[in-house]
């Protein structure tokens, strides 16, 4: 028994897109989002307000190494925590300066956040402006916002590239500690306007968009 060459090329295909297919983001469970704080991160841009106090209120970067320095402290750990936290261990230092001291914490907008709860794209992506044809594959990072969909988050990112396999592309999420790959259908998306799979982001989310075959 052979196969001509057409039928044996299909099978072959047939096998090698099966299995690259992933299972579906179908699963509500897989989209809660409702414990989510912005947590800040190296390079974000931190307001401090100290109430009746301007002569201490300040404004300042969060260096790569996730410190700050303020008036009246120096290199006070930031990375990865909350603006409502901050604000209240700040309030714990100046007690020893200023009376019942109250802080508030604010982002300036242009804020990045941690690494784990950004967004990377990498994979047959463009943007704006970009040539495509001088790379295979581009990678970014954006950050996540609180109800953030696929659709999105390819808006963010411009476009995909011209020779993506949109409905090859999937999410790399981490699950229960375990990092899991589920297949999106981005040409369904985006060419048929095929709201069911306009899939729910979360923080740290990975999204691949492969070279298509052909």
């Not at 001509?4 to 096998?15: A, E, Q, R």
């Not at 469970?29 to 974000?44: A, L, R, T, V």
């Not at 404004?59 to 320095?69: F, M, N, Q, S, W």
């Not at 990498?122 to 970009?130: A, C, N, T, W």
Request: glycine fraction near 8%; proline fraction near 6%; hydrophobic fraction near 40%.
């Amino acid at each position: 028994m052979y196969f001509k060459k057409p039928t044996l090329f299909l099978i072959c295909m047939s096998v090698l897109i099966s299995a690259c297919s992933y299972p579906s983001l179908d699963d509500e469970s897989k989209h809660n989002f409702s414990d989510y704080s912005y947590q800040i991160g190296p390079g974000d841009m931190v307001n401090i307000f100290v109430w009746d106090n301007p002569d201490i209120s300040t404004t300042v970067p969060v260096r790569p190494d996730g410190k700050i320095t303020i008036p009246l402290a120096e290199d006070i750990l930031v990375s990865g925590k909350t603006p409502y936290q901050v604000a209240r261990e700040l309030e714990v230092i100046y007690k020893s300066f200023i009376r019942n001291p109250q802080v508030v914490v604010m982002m300036q907008p242009d804020f990045q956040g941690v690494d784990a709860q950004q967004i990377r794209i990498i994979g047959q992506i463009g943007s704006e402006g970009s040539n495509q044809e001088s790379t295979r594959y581009r990678g970014m990072t954006i950050p996540y916002e609180r109800g953030m969909t696929l659709l999105d988050v390819i808006i963010r990112i411009g476009s995909i590239g011209e020779f993506a396999d949109g409905n090859r592309a999937s999410i790399i999420r981490k699950v229960n500690g375990v990092q899991t790959k589920y297949g999106v259908n981005i040409d369904d998306l985006i060419d048929d306007g095929d709201m069911t799979e306009n899939v729910v982001m979360l923080p740290g989310d990975i999204l691949v968009v492969p070279e298509s075959f052909f």
